[in-house]
């Protein structure tokens, strides 16, 4: 089955086209990433997908047009972790994560004994306990990052679009958190639309990647064949050595001989 099919998809931000005309195909349960210089579109492409901004254009989730799925059923359909939410302040972490089954509760009814499990056991899954009953704005960056990303978790959608996952992670935790979100996708079957800066790690994780710069796609495939050093001197201006993990694509940067 395919998890997003998206077609022409067109969106202009302040009179300026920011993505001009983009196809993309997911399917189900595979991970795909996107990656592309500052400004190329990526957030945009993920804010689309999520029905964030307006776009033209088709987009289709699991089979149904994405604009014809009704707010509770698009939550349950797809969660995203973007760039800096906006963090209630003055929230417990628990309950902050428990926001995530919202979807799921009945109008003017409360959350199920159910619900409250569920959090705990994403808490859990992100080594996240300890921090359960402290406010949301008392965290360091990363267990707020992880606090995120426990949120859309709970929510228990098919779909996870992930907005920069290592932001603020240090390299332990970035590996922790990509690792979980792999297990999901293996053991859960999720779906997960990624973008990501760090070319180091991305190509380890993604069974496709797609190479977006100035609001079109101008490269898609296996990691191997979008991070290839032809291709990101081209478009990031970058002089960067690949090397190849079992795993996948490394990149590395490496300076000019000039000085
Ligand atoms: N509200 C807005 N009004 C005008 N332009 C916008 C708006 N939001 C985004 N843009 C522009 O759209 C372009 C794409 O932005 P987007 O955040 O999607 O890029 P990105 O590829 O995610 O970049 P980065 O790697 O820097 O996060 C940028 O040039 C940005 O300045």
Do not use: C
């Not at 996107?34 to 987009?59: E, M, Q």
């Not at 149904?64 to 797809?78: D, E, G, I, K, N």
């Not at 990691?223 to 478009?235: I, Y």
């Amino acid at each position: 089955m395919t998890a997003v099919e998206v077609r022409d998809l067109r969106v202009t931000l302040g009179g300026a086209a920011v993505l001009a005309g983009v196809d993309l195909t997911v399917e189900a349960g595979e991970w795909v990433t996107i990656i592309g210089p500052n400004g190329a579109g990526k957030s945009t492409l993920l804010r689309a997908i999520g029905g964030l901004v307006p776009s033209t254009g088709s987009i289709a989730l699991f089979g149904t047009p994405a604009a014809r799925l009704p707010r509770r059923q698009r939550a349950r359909t797809v969660a995203a972790v973007m760039q800096s939410p906006v963090v209630p302040p003055g929230m417990a972490v628990f309950d902050y994560v428990l926001l995530g089954r919202t979807p799921y509760v009945p109008p003017l009814g409360r959350e199920s004994s159910a619900d409250l499990a569920a959090v705990g056991e994403v808490l859990t899954r992100l080594d996240l306990d300890r921090f359960a009953g402290r406010l949301l704005d008392t965290l360091s960056g990363g267990e707020r990052q992880r606090v995120f990303l426990a949120r859309a978790l709970v929510q228990g959608a098919g779909l996870l679009l992930l907005d920069e996952p290592g932001t603020a992670l240090d390299i332990g935790h970035q590996q922790d958190v990509l690792e979980l979100v792999d297990q999901l996708r293996r053991d859960a079957g999720l779906t997960v639309l990624a973008t990501m800066h760090d070319l180091a790690i991305a190509g380890e994780y993604a069974d496709r990647m797609v190479l977006l710069a100035g609001g079109t796609v101008v490269a898609s495939g296996a990691p191997v064949d979008v991070l290839t050093e032809e291709l990101l001197a081209t478009h990031y201006r970058a002089r960067v050595r690949v090397v190849h993990s079992e795993h996948g694509p490394l990149v590395v940067p490496v300076r000019s001989t000039r000085r």
